[in-house]
Nanobody, 123 residues
């Protein structure tokens, strides 16, 4: 079992930056691919970014490519999402997730989820 806790969300003006952190406990994250998803009010949870267990392979949704960076520190059992040039459309609850397999773009590819952290971008 893996427990995930996100932090780092908040209110920021458009064009600003935030760094989200996902801290894991229970098992070593090195065994899992990791992903970030987000969910805006009234919308389905959507893929943001994913990173392989080694950190050598990353993928992003087109809407955040070039602005967001996913990274991980397996020694600290932590995954990060650096978000730059934020837009009001990025407003959502952000979730990190762990996959026993190779991860992917679907919520069904992931086995464990955190409780989420709110990101609000004002115009």
């Amino acid at each position: 079992q893996v427990q995930l806790v996100e932090s780092g969300g908040g209110l920021v003006q458009a064009g600003g930056s935030l760094r989200l952190t996902c801290a894991a406990s229970g098992r070593a994250l090195i065994n899992y691919a990791m992903g970030w998803f987000r969910q805006a009010p009234g919308k389905e949870r959507e893929f943001v970014a994913t990173i392989s267990w080694s950190g050598g392979d990353t993928n992003y949704d087109d809407s955040v490519k070039g602005r967001f960076t996913i990274s991980r520190d397996n020694a600290k059992n932590t995954v990060y999402l650096q978000m730059n040039s934020l837009k009001p459309g990025d407003t959502a609850v952000y979730y990190c997730a762990a996959a026993r397999g190779s991860g992917g773009y679907s919520v069904y590819d992931y086995n464990y989820w955190g409780q989420g952290t709110q990101v609000t971008v004002s115009s």
